[in-house]
């Protein structure tokens, strides 16, 4: 067993040394580096300790959604299929974006990043395009989803995935936050939202989401540390309905090796948190104390 | 002035110095809902501080020319306090307001951290010349005094920012920090009015 796992960590390093860094720059707000091996180019926002990738794409099939959470995110339209308008929080490489640009290519799809330079290198690395339907608004989430409230914008399904190289920005994850982003749902609305489980913030996070939006769906698959809260807001539907419509979407996904016909098993409903803790708002957030994961 | 007012006048400093870099920090949680975390959030807010302080060392020196005196010193640290009331209380009416009215979030920001820390840290700002004022006793002292003062409130201006983002946001909400705040700086004014009137 030992000498198994021996093999895999020489193995994994190896498999980090062949990556080359094809691009690299300090943007206003992290450093960004794209790398690229043999079979796959990744968007790392490197911080020291621990970079991770935001987003893969697979060369030799560029349709392919690489990462395990990016496909959870789909999870979303088991409870509103035909989403016509969509807010996405936090562009990455582009890829939830750019996979739901396909399949609904009549919905309107809103992105908003921080980040100018994300925008330039999804472009140029990762096949992400703008259109009359797609477009990036380069601006803090919280400060977009205000006004959007303010114009009475309303979305059929919102997004959330803001993720520096650390964790969530600790202004998008209050009370007060998921609020004004329910304000923005239109009636058939659905929030996904990609956390972390394995973050000391797992029992904060889950009690502020249920605060707002009461009961969700606590979507885990066993491959990944993610968490993705999948809700309307009001009843939820159970899981032969979510069933019949993965498994009418299952064909539509093949081509993006996104397996949503596996999904519903795991959307549980089961409080695995310690819902005894306080929820975050703006007036309490200690994100940056409480990441650390 | 007599001996005993320094260390006195010195902890004063290392109050309003510790105070001034927590508000400030604060500034940016506060601000963050309405105009978000970007950088230009940090720079209108130390862009606001550095100009209110400006504006209160001015006016501050100016004040000490005339009968300087504990009395007055601990006004200026009533003062503050009471203004930062206002912040706490009206905080989110204010920013609701300019949200509206300015779309740019670099000038929102910029607008609503003056409004919010305008005068608390401009009152605060005027604590420094008036220390000085209190303390100098002859020319040839002078640049020692100054030193050790900046030394002395600057230190708390250092465990101020650490106290607030290492551990006081951990443990409390925003505003029950900003009261805290309030109400030491009531306390400090207080004490130098006291000593002030036992020393008189």
Redo the contacts between chains.
């Keep these: 067993m030992r000498i198994l796992l021996l093999i895999l960590i020489i193995a994994a390093c190896s498999c980090v040394r062949a990556e080359t860094v094809i691009h690299k720059e300090k943007s206003?707000?992290r450093n960004i580096e794209v790398k690229e091996s043999s079979y796959r180019r990744c968007l790392v926002f490197a911080v020291k300790r621990g970079a991770r990738n935001q987003t893969c794409i697979n060369l030799a099939d560029p349709d392919r959604v690489v990462f395990p959470y990016a496909r959870m995110t789909f999870a979303g339209l088991l409870l509103n299929p035909e989403p016509a308008s969509v807010l996405i929080i936090g562009l990455g490489g582009g890829t939830i974006p750019t996979v739901l640009s396909r399949l609904y290519p009549e919905a309107t799809i809103h992105i908003v990043e921080?980040d100018a330079a994300v925008v330039r290198v999804a472009k140029k690395y990762f096949n992400f395009t703008e259109s009359d339907k797609v477009t990036v608004f380069i601006?803090?989430?919280?400060?977009y989803i205000?006004?959007a409230g303010?114009k009475k914008l309303a979305y059929d399904l919102i997004i959330l995935d803001a993720f520096t190289g650390d964790y969530i920005?600790?202004?998008l994850m209050?009370v007060?936050?998921l609020q004004e982003t329910r304000s923005i749902m239109s009636e058939r609305g659905v929030l996904v939202a990609n956390t972390f489980s394995t973050s000391r913030l797992y029992d904060h996070e889950s009690v502020t989401y249920q605060r707002v939006f009461g009961p969700f769906f606590n979507f885990k698959m066993p491959i990944t540390g993610n968490r993705v809260v999948v809700t309307n807001g009001h009843e939820l539907p159970g899981r032969k309905v979510l069933q019949d419509r993965a498994n009418k979407l299952a064909d539509r996904f093949v081509k993006y090796a996104v397996n949503i016909d596996d999904f519903p098993r795991y959307m549980k409903h089961d409080k695995d948190w310690n819902e005894k803790v306080r929820p975050l708002?703006?007036?309490?957030?200690?994100v940056?104390?409480?990441r650390g994961n | 002035m007599t001996r005993p007012v320094n260390p006195l006048v010195y902890s004063l400093a290392f109050v309003s110095g510790f105070i001034i870099m927590a508000i400030e920090l604060l500034g940016g949680?506060i601000l963050?809902?309405?105009?978000?975390?970007?950088?230009y959030v940090w720079g209108s807010i130390i862009s606001v501080f550095m100009i209110s302080l400006a504006v209160g060392y001015l006016f501050g020196g100016k004040l000490s020319v005339r009968d300087p005196g504990l009395m007055r010193y601990g006004c200026f640290f009533l003062l503050a306090a009471i203004t930062l009331v206002p912040t706490m209380i009206y905080g989110n009416m204010v920013m609701d307001a300019v949200?509206?009215h300015i779309?740019d979030?670099r000038y929102g920001s910029l607008v609503a951290s003056s409004l919010l820390f305008f005068l608390p840290v401009a009152i605060l700002g005027m604590i420094a010349p008036y220390s000085v004022r209190l303390l100098v006793e002859n020319t040839r002292h002078s640049g020692q005094v100054a030193g050790r003062l900046y030394f002395v409130s600057t230190l708390g201006s250092a465990l101020g920012t650490l106290m607030t983002?290492?551990y006081l946001?951990?443990?409390?909400?925003?505003?029950?920090i900003l009261f805290t705040m309030a109400l030491v700086l009531s306390i400090a004014g207080l004490s130098s009015m006291l000593y002030g009137k036992l020393t008189d």
Aim: hydrophobic share 45%.
């Design positions: 206003l707000y921080i601006q803090d989430a919280r400060v205000r006004r303010l920005p600790a202004h209050t007060e936050f708002t703006d007036q309490f957030a200690p940056n104390l409480l | 949680r963050a809902p309405y105009f978000g975390n970007s950088i949200f509206l779309e979030p983002s290492f946001v951990l443990w409390f909400e925003v505003n029950q």
